[in-house]
Structure formats: structure tokens, C-alpha cells
């Protein structure tokens, strides 16, 4: 049995580390802080603090964040 809202917390923003670009937009578009610039190369989501918004994707120019669903 499922509802909406957990189905919602099992959602991810995922990044594909070869198109981001660094740009750094996707940061502050996160409500929970779950994104950071690793080593000033490609961003990196905390999965633990990501719900799965997708904030972060609609920010970026790149188009290198995708949503997903986690597989538990
Ligand atoms: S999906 Fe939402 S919570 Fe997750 S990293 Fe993107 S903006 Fe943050
Ligand atoms: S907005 Fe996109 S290209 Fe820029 S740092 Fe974030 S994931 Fe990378």
C-alpha cells in the first residue's frame, strides 16, 4: 500500500556528473540543502536530505538532473 506522500519521500534527484558543468544554479533552488559542488567539478545530491522535488532540475541550464524513483 502506497500513498502519495511516500511515494514522494522515495523520489531522488540524480546527476549526470559528465554534463554538469559546475554552474553551481542548482544550489540555492534546493529547499533542503541537499546539493553541493563536489570539489568544483559536478554537483552532488545528498540522497538522505533529497525529497525528490525537482527544484534542482528545472534549474539547471544543463539539463543533467533527473528525477528518479530510489529502489529500495
Ligand atoms: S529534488 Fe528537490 S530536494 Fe532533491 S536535490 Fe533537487 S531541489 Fe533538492
Ligand atoms: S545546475 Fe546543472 S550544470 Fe549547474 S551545477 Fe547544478 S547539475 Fe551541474
Redo the contacts with the bound molecule.
Keep these: 500500500m502506497s500513498n502519495a506522500k511516500s511515494v514522494r519521500a522515495l523520489r531522488?534527484?540524480q546527476v549526470d556528473s559528465k554534463g554538469c558543468v559546475a554552474c553551481g544554479c542548482?544550489v540555492p533552488?534546493?529547499?533542503?540543502k541537499?546539493?553541493g559542488i563536489f570539489k568544483g567539478v559536478f554537483a552532488n545530491?545528498d540522497t538522505e536530505?533529497?525529497?525528490?522535488?525537482?527544484?534542482?532540475?528545472g534549474a539547471c541550464p544543463a539539463g543533467t538532473?533527473t528525477?528518479s524513483e530510489a529502489v529500495q
Design positions: 531522488k534527484a542548482c533552488s534546493c529547499p533542503c541537499a546539493i545530491i536530505n533529497c525529497v525528490g522535488c525537482g527544484k534542482c532540475a538532473i528525477i
